[in-house]
């Protein structure tokens, strides 16, 4: 600390460490820049994610996961947004029923999935393949959050003396889903319902991701095959 | 408002100097933190204006040693003097468990001096606070400028004025050279743990 | 008024610091009362700030901006918040006499800290409450 000439006093700040998770730490600034939906459904659910970055509440879950629903109406015919809302509309309800208990990174896969969103809607030139490469790329994120969720809530279990989980890490999907559901609805307060509801949105949206990753391969191993065809001719 | 520590065995305790605009109450707490450097770990805070004058608060943190087997932390805080800053001063005020009122003994600053007395008792009041329960030590500030020829207020003249009721401890001082800096706090000190002391138990 | 807590007080009340707020990344965090005396003190290691300065300000910060709250009408504000570029910081009352001040990076979004110092805060009440003048 430094007392400097004019009388105030600099305190020095340590440098922010390294997110390991791969999430977007940007969070208010970077919403504020991406530039302005207008002209876009999105203007009411960007001022929502806003407005979370500063408070959450029961009652701004409720309007974000409503604005979903609305924009799923909305995109119903485009595959990719809605498995994308279906993401949001997942996270979303996973932080309106755990408020303060939920994984911190919870509220920042929100914020980056909703960076993405607005990306995929708003750039005129994104191609299909770009689209699906930021989508898949925020799976990965969602999944990621899953697991974390799951050994957050083994480490706790084992801390209580609970019987720890079968295993972790390389289990398929499924189980994963199964094993973080199923703990979560022992939860004391009554939340089971609500919670199979987003168990739901959470299989189907990973059912739908699981078919895009396939047909993303599919396309891959075709143009794999196009270039080496088209090598050989070459040659 | 002192807090006591059970687990470290540590006494945190809050004392103010208090006074008229420009009459030493900062430069006493610069005297106190150049004279203790060595035992104070930490910068003095100060927020001021840029003409110097204070502006919220100095503070000065303030290991005293231990009393009792208790380590004794003392917060030494001044208020901004100057007439427009009441309401910084009250909010400074909150918590005090010990006052040092600053007088300036400069004979044209003798109604300043009654006026600030007065306000050091109305803001205590507003804290439910008598100025006749806290502990106080009285110090009259700025000897050094008798050599100079500027009129000075006598010492009976200051106690009549602002010691006539309160019957405290008092102290004619120097903050500037340093005069009885350090037996006012060290008596401001030992008066305000007498005081916690008997309210613990 | 003087006031105690035992090392069991201070003890839970590191423990609800640790569990509920530092366990999700918080920098350094705080608990003082309105007198500028600090109480507890977390922070993660690398953090070298002077906690005894920053609790006197934050008491000072805290009562200027109450004080501001009540000449505008109002009883007090909800947030008092101040954004720095690496890091953050967040004040919350606790009962009358305590501020619970949280430092913070970019890692965490300021609307899940608060639901966090609100659950904390609440934990803490109880834990101070019987050593509260009535």
Redesign the interface.
């Given at each position: 600390m430094v007392l400097q000439k004019d009388g105030t006093v600099d305190f020095e700040v340590e440098a922010d460490p390294k997110d390991l998770f791969g999430y977007s730490n940007e969070g208010l600034d970077s919403l504020e820049d991406t530039g302005d939906p207008e002209g876009t459904p999105l203007t009411e659910l960007k001022s929502i994610v806003l407005s979370l970055d500063w408070e959450i509440t029961d009652e701004s879950m409720t309007r974000f996961v409503q604005e979903i629903e609305k924009l799923k109406k909305t995109y119903r015919d485009d595959k990719i947004l809605v498995s994308f809302l279906g993401l949001l509309d997942s996270v979303g309800k996973y932080i309106k029923t755990h408020k303060a208990k939920a994984h911190p990174n919870a509220s920042k896969l929100l914020n980056s999935a909703y960076m993405s969103l607005e990306k995929v809607i708003v750039s005129k030139d994104i191609t299909e393949p770009e689209r699906r490469k930021i989508f898949v790329s925020q799976v990965k994120s969602f999944k990621r959050l899953k697991e974390q969720i799951a050994l957050r809530k083994a480490a706790s279990d084992r801390k209580k003396g609970l019987k720890p989980p079968d295993q972790i890490g390389p289990v398929a999907e499924e189980q994963i889903n199964d094993l973080s559901m199923q703990r979560q609805g022992r939860t004391p307060d009554g939340t089971k319902e609500r919670l199979r509801e987003s168990d739901e949105v959470f299989m189907s949206a990973l059912e739908e991701i699981k078919q895009l990753i396939q047909e993303e391969f599919r396309a891959l191993r075709e143009k794999l095959k196009q270039w080496r065809e088209d090598e050989q001719g070459r040659t | 408002m002192a807090f006591v520590n059970l687990k470290k065995k540590e006494i945190q305790a809050k004392v103010v100097y208090y006074g008229p605009g420009r009459g030493g109450k900062t430069t006493n707490l610069e005297y106190i933190y150049n004279k203790f450097k060595s035992r104070i770990k930490t910068e003095m805070v100060t927020i001021k204006t840029h003409g110097d004058r204070t502006l919220f608060f100095d503070f000065l943190p303030f290991d005293v040693g231990k009393i009792r087997g208790y380590d004794v932390k003392i917060q030494l805080y001044t208020v901004p003097g100057q007439v427009k800053y009441d309401a910084t001063r009250r909010l400074v005020l909150r918590g005090v468990d010990g006052i040092v009122f600053v007088a300036d003994s400069m004979a044209v600053r003798r109604e300043k001096n009654i006026l600030s007395l007065r306000n050091l008792q109305k803001n205590l009041a507003t804290f439910r606070k008598s100025i006749f329960k806290i502990p106080i030590v009285l110090q009259y500030n700025k000897k050094d400028l008798a050599e100079q020829g500027i009129p000075l207020l006598p010492l009976q003249t200051l106690e009549k004025d602002l010691n006539s009721q309160l019957k405290a401890p008092s102290f004619e001082a120097s903050a500037l050279t340093g005069m009885n800096v350090v037996p006012t706090v060290k008596k401001i000190v030992s008066m305000t743990m007498a005081s916690l002391l008997m309210e613990l138990k | 008024?003087?006031?105690?807590?035992?090392?069991e007080q201070?003890?839970a009340i590191e423990d609800v610091l640790l569990q509920?707020l530092f366990d999700?990344?918080v920098?350094c965090i705080f608990l003082i009362?309105?007198?500028?005396?600090?109480?507890a003190n977390l922070d993660?290691g690398?953090?070298?700030?002077?906690i005894?300065?920053?609790a006197?300000?934050a008491?000072?910060n805290f009562?200027?901006v109450s004080?501001m709250a009540k000449i505008v009408g109002e009883d007090e504000f909800s947030?008092l918040f101040h954004k720095?570029e690496?890091?953050s910081i967040h004040f919350s009352k606790v009962l009358t006499?305590f501020l619970l001040i949280t430092i913070f990076?970019?890692?965490?979004?300021?609307?899940?800290l608060?639901?966090?110092v609100?659950?904390a805060a609440e934990k803490i009440k109880k834990i101070l409450e019987p050593s509260c003048a009535p």
């Open positions: - | - | 008024m003087t006031y105690m807590l035992d090392q201070l003890d509920d999700v990344g920098n009362d309105m007198a500028g005396n600090v109480i993660n690398e953090i070298k700030h002077d005894y300065s920053l006197a300000l008491a000072g009562a200027a004080t947030l720095g690496k890091e006499d990076g970019k890692g965490i979004s300021l609307g899940f608060r639901l966090k609100a659950e």
